[in-house]
């Protein structure tokens, strides 16, 4: 058996495991990554956000295409297969896939192609592809070894019509109808997608309204466009049981209802890969949804072994999972870092969804004295130049010192135009401002015409107190 020695080893190889490895090789440590894919870009670039982004904008073009009527000069409506449209998906990742290998020689960081698994708190155990085994020792540990999608045991996720997120990538036809079980994020944005596909969608939620977290006036707006694309939305269903069989899959709610569909997608939950890491072998214990709980240094209860992205938890998002990489980094060798929990959310659902700050609810319930600034895109010019003139941008600030508190949007492009307030919001007083928006000569015709619409109209409501 061969054996290894660095200052940090870091198991998985997603945002999380590259951003930590890429951070601590430039502070000077001597890094290697384990993965056991044989490719680098973790379940982001080969399972979860890459493949959904990639596969919703074929799908978002197609339905551009098919509903502007320019472009009936060119043709009559045309529909994509999943398989068709999975192509697109398939190039996108290998261009991730080179460009995230690349940092790893660029970088300096051995890349060890394995299965890693805890020997004590200064080694691990490395099942290599051929079925040999090497021995990896290090002073530093970094667990990234992210989620996967959770699976009920009374659910047969062995049988040809019934898929989780990550096998709904491999699904080799488009079917009729299908339902989709879980209304969270990525079920909202699977079903945004099968929607623009042409498939009949059953979307069902466990819950009373979609993706509660958002500003009430946001879900409702999901609410509405999913149904305006025809998904059908249930909401406070629970399954009682999931019966496949050759022709489809019959769901019994436990509501007494029958939902029948060519497919299902089970949406409902996520758990963290850590049940093949031998964390008894260093004494650590995850929870019930595989997760590891870490201190404000990103430090398991273990001294040495730290622990980022997904198998910590929320807010399971690649955005977060690169930043606490390059925050664990930091932290190691002691040089400040920053504790992730001011992500904003970006939802790729059709119409987009993205936020930052507090919502109306949040605010009404603290007692904050705020207003709020409102501007649909369909009164800004580059929203009609562009045909997409579905959406909203909402701000809500103070009402005395006039501090942007939130900005929630949906619409074309809602996930970039976020990024703006989210900049001003960032300031220190008195420079977070809704002034700003008012006070700035912004590019005609942007999307950017839209925080001065809102900020207009917001400080309008105001002026008339
Ligand atoms: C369908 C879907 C859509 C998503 N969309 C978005 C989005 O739009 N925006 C966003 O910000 N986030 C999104 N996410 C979430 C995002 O993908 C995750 O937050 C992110 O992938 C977490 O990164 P990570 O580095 O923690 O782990 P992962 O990306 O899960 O990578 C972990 C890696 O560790 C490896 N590994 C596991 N165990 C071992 C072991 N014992 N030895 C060696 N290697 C091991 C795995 O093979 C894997 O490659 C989405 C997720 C899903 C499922
Ligand atoms: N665009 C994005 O940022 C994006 C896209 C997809 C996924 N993600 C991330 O991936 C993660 C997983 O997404 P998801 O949609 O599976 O998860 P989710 O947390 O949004 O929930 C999925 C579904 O499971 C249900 N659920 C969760 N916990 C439950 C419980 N204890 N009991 C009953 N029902 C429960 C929810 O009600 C929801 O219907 C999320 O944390 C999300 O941030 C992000």
Known sequence: ????????????????GEAAAMSAAKKGLRAAVIEKRQVVGGNCTHKGTIPSKALRHSVKQLMRYNTQSVFRALGEPRRLTFPQVMQTVNKVISYQVEMHTACYARNRVELIVGEARFRDTNSVEVLLPDGATEIISSEKFIIATGSRPYRPADVDFGHARVYDSDTILDMQHTPHSIMIYGAGVIGCEYASIFAGLGVKVDLINT????LEFLDDEISDALSYHLRDMGVTVRHREEYAKVVPTDSGVIMEMQSGKRIHADALLWCNGRTGNTSGLGLDSIGLEANHRGQLSVDEHYCTEVDNVY????????????????DQGRAVAAAIVGRGHRIIEDAPTGIYTLPEISSVGKTESELTAAKVPYEVGRALFKHTARAQISGERVGMLKILFHIETGEILGIHCFGAEAAEIVHIGQAIMKQPAPNNSIDYFV????????????????ALDGLNRVARL
């Open 1 to 16: 058996m061969a054996e290894q020695k660095f200052d940090l080893v870091v198991i998985g190889s997603g945002p999380a």
């Open 207 to 210: 819950r009373g309204s979609l």
């Open 307 to 322: 622990a980022v992205g997904d198998v910590i938890g929320w807010p399971s998002l690649a955005s977060a999972s690169y």
């Open 439 to 454: 006070n700035t000569t912004f590019n005609y015709p942007t999307m950017a015409e839209a925080y001065r619409s809102a």
